[in-house]
C-alpha cells in the first residue's frame, strides 16, 4: 500500500530506508497482542537509511549521510525529563516511530517497513562508519535497549554483571557488558546455547535450571539484566546478586512476576525495570559499538518473508535479529 510521509519541514531529514531491524514489539503491534494497535499498521523502529533531503534550518545533518531512527520521532522536549534527555520518559508520553499519534499528519505514524521516513533532526541519530548497516539496525532498539540500563547500574571493570536469556536483547547485553570491561555471567535454560554464549563474549556460562550451577553463583552479582519474556522465577535470580545489586527488566513477561520480600530485604536488593534510552545516549551506545566494532548477529529477510520471520521468531529460531532489506520492498 501507499502510506503518507509529510513534506520536510525546515528541521526534517527525508531518509531513504536501506535496512530495518524486526523486534519483537513488532510483532505484537502487528498482531494487535498489546490491544492498541491502529490500522493500518507498519511496524519497524530499528531503522537505518541514507538521508536524501534535508530542510533548510536543518544543521546535524547533510544529504547523503548514513543515519539512524529508532523508537522514539519526537517528545513535547519541554518537560523536566525531555530536558534531562529522558525523552523515552516524557510526561505527555514519547511519539513513538510507529503506530503513535502523528501531529503533522493526524493520522498514526508509520515505521521503517516502508521506503522512505521523514523525521526532525533532533530524533535522527548519526551511525559510525566502521559498521555493517544492516547489522547496525537492531542497535537502535535492542541496543539502546540493553546499553542504557548497563550505563545506569554502572557496570564496567571489576563488576561481575549477569545476562538472562539469550536472544535478540542478551546477545546485545553480552557483547556490550563485555566490552564495558565487567566480568560477564550468561544464563540460559539450555545447554546447546554455551557455545554461543561464549563465542558472543561471556566468560562463564550458567545453566539456569540446574540448582547447582545456581548456587555457585549465590551472593556473587552486582548487576543483573533480565531480557526474558517469558515466565520466569525472578526470586531465583535475586538471589544471586551481592548486597545494594540490582536486576533490571528489560524483558515484557505477559504476567505479573512474584517477587518475595526477602529477595530483597536481605542484602538491601533492587529489582526494577528500564526502557529503551534517550536521544542523546543512543547517539552515547552507538559510538561506543562504532568504537567497539559493535553489532547485531543478524538474518538477512526480504519484506516478503516478514509473516514467516514472525513465526520464527515466536519459536526463538534466529540468531539474533531478523533484518529486514528494504530493497527488497522496491522489488515487490
Ligand atoms: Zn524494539
Ligand atoms: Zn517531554
Redesign the pocket.
Known sequence: MTIPRREATPHDVEIEILYC?V????LHTARNEWHFTAYPCVPG??IVGRIKRVGDHVIKFKVGDVVGV??MVDSCRECEYCKEGLEQFCVEGNIQTYNSPDKHLGSQTFGGYSEKIVVDESFVLRIPGNLDLAATAPL???GI?TYSPLRHWNVGPGKKVGIVGIGGLGHMGIKIAKAMGAHVVAFTTSESKFAEAMRLGADEVVLSKDPAQMEAQRGKLHFILDAVSADHDVNAFLSLLRVDGSLALVGAPEQPLPVAAFSLILGRKSFSGSL?GGIAETQEMLDFCGKHGITADVEMIGISQINEAYERLLKGDVKYRFVIDMSSLKNE
Do not use: N
Request: aromatic share 0%; net charge negative.
Open positions: 531491524g523486534c519483537h514489539s513488532d523502529h530499528e529508532g523508537c537502535l532498539c535492542a535497549t529503551i
